[in-house]
């Protein structure tokens, strides 16, 4: 019954239609009502009852203080999401993550998300809280510009201590992205800074000390876009203000960006049909050159992306990641693609990762992260990456391997401290928790988590539903946790 309501959730939400349903619905890998709707042109952030924000129920608290949830390893996570008085709010709904920590004081650090304030409606804002003590406590001060309806946060911070919190606008059926800047550790937030883009956008920013210092790149969906078919564009001055749109080799979704130690800049995503491309330009780092993307390389990561699958009936089952080593080390400069992935074979989905080592241009035999033995057959979604700046890789996911009837989902983490062609036995670093509980009228767990690494391990963003319905949580995981996990075993842990 579930699965027929999403069908006509996802036929009658879509509303918006773009010059992208030129794009050939031949080209759908799976015949399902949400990527029938990407190949119409129709936005993933398709509106159920928009824009006009239903008024929110009474906000109940409970839970005290929350919450870490204690795992035996010591990955404790801490909810995010909750009032001034560190309650659990009840009948929220809290999801698609983003974090940034200032690379300067790693004290600060920000997480946005997807804030519903009543999991009756579809309305939802630019949830956001800080912390001032590495993650041990947060406050959610409230969303930024209460009262307009906001989606896809992607976060970062630069080495200035400004923290950028981009997120999609959508008024009316107009789809916009805009910047919001926090000079004071996320506890206030400037005017929003237009900068154009759409549906699913992602951003990377410049900020290695080089000529592209202070660039901000942006790319997002051919859907849901008023721009079509410009999917990209550039800020020369810290998104302060954006370039205008422009097309791009392929036209990438469902991707990310990133950028590399001296100032090169990539681009991952889905083509049309069910390539994967890498795009690289040279040149982005010139604020006198228009951007332009030199280098264009398909590229075999062992899978086929996947949206609209059961396990997240109305997203994404994880996006295309691209990462790049910024380490002083032999493997500075080295590409990384991950994503979950649906491999051949009965197998739903598990985790791909490929590695180049001559700037994208050739790549490695794509390798499967999650550990799991083969023909389990379990899900493991929202694959994450992120490399640290001494090149340690950490990666993250959701796994259903210890439920046979995929109706649970743990956070998994795993590492390589060898430029990943060894990645160590994976580790459940959260409790399990029913990905399917408390769904707003949008029937997803958001489309994504989020990680940032620094040299002692990954700071991680993740929605949960612990409490019986979606939340917000950080978790901090340090290799050296899993590692001693794996030498004592279970059987040594304390009885308790
Ligand atoms: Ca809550
Ligand atoms: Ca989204
Ligand atoms: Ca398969
Ligand atoms: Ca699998």
Known sequence: MNFRRNLVS??????????????????????????????DGRSLEHMDSMPSPAPPLAPRYSVPAISRMQQPQGFNSVQVNISPD???????????PSIAVNPINGQQMVIGWRQFDSINNGFREAGVAFSADAGASWTYPGDIDAGVFRSDPV???????????????????????????????????????????????????????????GHVYSVWNTAGNPFFPATFNRSINSAQSFQTPIEIPERPILGTAAVGPDGELYV?????????????????????????FNQVTPIDVGGIVRIGAEINPVGLVGQVWVA?????TATRGNVYVL???????????????????????????????????????????????????????????YDTRNDTNNSTSELFYTYSVDAGQNFLPSVAASP??????????????????????DENGAHIAYAATFNGEQDVYYLFALPQLSEDFFRDGFENLPAD
């Open 86 to 96: 560190n309650m659990n709010i009840i009948d929220d709904a809290a999801n698609e």
């Open 155 to 213: 976060l970062a911070a630069d080495s200035n201590g400004l923290f950028y919190y981009a997120c999609l606008q959508v008024t009316g059926g107009n789809f916009s992205e805009q910047f919001f800047i926090s000079d004071d550790g996320g506890a206030t937030w400037s005017n929003p800074v237009e900068a154009f883009g759409g549906d699913k956008l992602w951003f990377a920013l410049d900020d290695t000390g080089g000529t592209g210092n």
């Open 339 to 397: 994503a979950s992935l649906d491999p051949p074979g009965d197998d739903p989905l598990d985790v791909m990762f490929i590695r180049s080592e001559d700037g994208g241009a050739s790549f490695s035999d794509p390798v499967r992260v999650n550990d799991d033995s083969l023909g389990t057959n379990a899900w493991q979604w929202f694959g994450t990456i992120s490399v640290a700046p001494n090149g340690r890789i950490d990666v993250i996911w």
């Open 324 to 328: 790049v080593d910024h380490s002083n």
């Open 268 to 292: 991952v995503g889905r083509g049309s049909g069910t390539q994967l491309w890498l795009l690289r330009s040279d040149n982005a780092r010139e604020a006198i050159q228009s951007p332009v």
């Open 432 to 453: 399990a928790f029913d990905q399917s509980l408390g769904y707003p009228t949008q029937n997803k767990l958001g489309d994504y988590i989020d990680m940032k690494s």
């Open 10 to 39: 996802a036929i009658a939400g879509g509303i918006l239609l773009t010059a992208a349903m030129l794009v050939s619905a031949q080209s759908q890998p799976y015949p399902n009502a949400l990527e029938q709707a990407i190949a």
